[in-house]
């Protein structure tokens, strides 16, 4: 068992694909000599997907498969898949096939020259509209200042060595971001580039709001720095009331047009005010909801031994 490969497969209403992945992916590592078991964990489908997963273990045993009681997301799931690897290192990888499983033996072979961390990298975007990737180089920006992760070109497709998955799994937090922690933990890494595949079946889960929450998320995981907000705007406005009272005792006259000013001035502060309350009540939020202790996922059902 000592060179066995654990590829965790996270998969949410994915029940055209599941059959697909689990014959490339095993096709792929059969070919190349990998001993290898692929997890997948049906993040709480509500279409056929648990069943495609246990038609693909009745099919090839290497098949396993964890069920969750509802939609948790994936990062929950990855780490759902990470707590029952079994092999020395573990492969992270979508079911839909847009990381090319080709690549896996390369990985592993990186694996075995001693590298802790191998990283898939996107060479390019793949097909995404001009509105999701200008967003995505906004997001990637912000965290990359913020919280000093580099993860521009990053992905979820990942090999990491057993030593990094106990890692992962020792984390307390319940709100998991996969990337951001990978890259928190260190370890010796390497980057391979890979291009992105098209998605052949199934769409896409990610809605506009979804990827919104998924940023206001992961920045807040890594970073305290949006509270300080308060802060800039406490300075700017009391600057701001300063100089109009300069400028008002230099310049004087009518006071009605001060006076309109003043107003403003006063409602602005007043909404960076009510913003820097949320930004605290988010964190908060974030505190309240580690504090309940609740798990991360609750597991319904698993198939495979
Ligand atoms: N996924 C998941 N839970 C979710 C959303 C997505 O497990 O709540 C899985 C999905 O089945 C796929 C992977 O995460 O295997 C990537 O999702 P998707 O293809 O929708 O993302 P995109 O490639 O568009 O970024
Ligand atoms: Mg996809």
Redesign the pocket.
């Known amino acids: 068992m000592d060179k066995l490969m654990s590829v965790v497969?996270?998969?949410?209403?994915?029940e055209a694909?599941v059959e697909k992945a689990a014959v490339a992916v095993a096709g792929v590592l059969k070919g190349a000599n990998i001993p290898y078991e692929l997890i997948f964990?049906d993040?709480g489908s509500r279409d056929g997907t648990w069943q495609a997963i246990e038609r693909a273990h009745e099919k090839d045993a290497h098949v396993r498969g964890v069920s969750f009681s509802r939609?948790?997301?994936?990062d929950r799931?990855v780490f759902a898949g990470l707590s029952r690897v079994r092999g020395r290192c573990a492969a992270v990888m979508?079911?839909?096939l847009?990381h090319p499983p080709e690549r896996l033996p390369e990985m592993y072979a990186l694996w075995e020259q001693g590298y802790e961390v191998v990283e898939g990298v996107k060479a390019d975007r793949g097909k995404e509209s001009f509105f999701h990737k200008v967003c995505a180089n906004g997001f990637y920006a912000v965290i990359s200042r913020l919280a000093g992760l580099d993860m521009k070109r990053s992905s979820?497709f990942m090999v990491l060595d057993r030593k990094v998955v106990d890692t992962l799994l020792s984390l307390p937090e319940q709100e998991v971001f996969f990337r951001g922690l990978t890259a928190f933990v260190g370890f010796r890494r390497t980057e391979l580039e890979f291009s992105v595949a098209e998605?052949t079946a199934g769409?896409?889960?990610?809605s506009f709001k979804s990827l919104v929450r998924y940023a206001i998320s992961s920045v807040t995981a890594f970073s305290t720095a949006p509270m300080q907000l308060a802060t800039v705007f406490g300075v700017l406005f009391a600057l701001a009331a300063v100089l109009t009272g300069i400028l008002y005792a230099v310049l004087g006259s009518d006071p009605g047009g001060w006076l309109v000013f003043l107003g403003c001035l006063a409602v602005l502060g007043v909404a960076a005010i009510l913003a820097g309350l949320g930004v605290a009540g988010y964190y908060i939020g974030r505190i309240y909801r580690q504090s309940l202790g609740r798990p991360r996922y609750i597991i319904s059902r698993e198939c495979g031994d």
Not at 71 to 74: A, R
Not at 203 to 206: A, D
């Open positions: 497969i996270p998969a949410f209403n994915e694909m964990v993040d939609n948790f997301g994936k799931a979508d079911c839909d847009q979820d998605r769409k896409s889960k990610w």
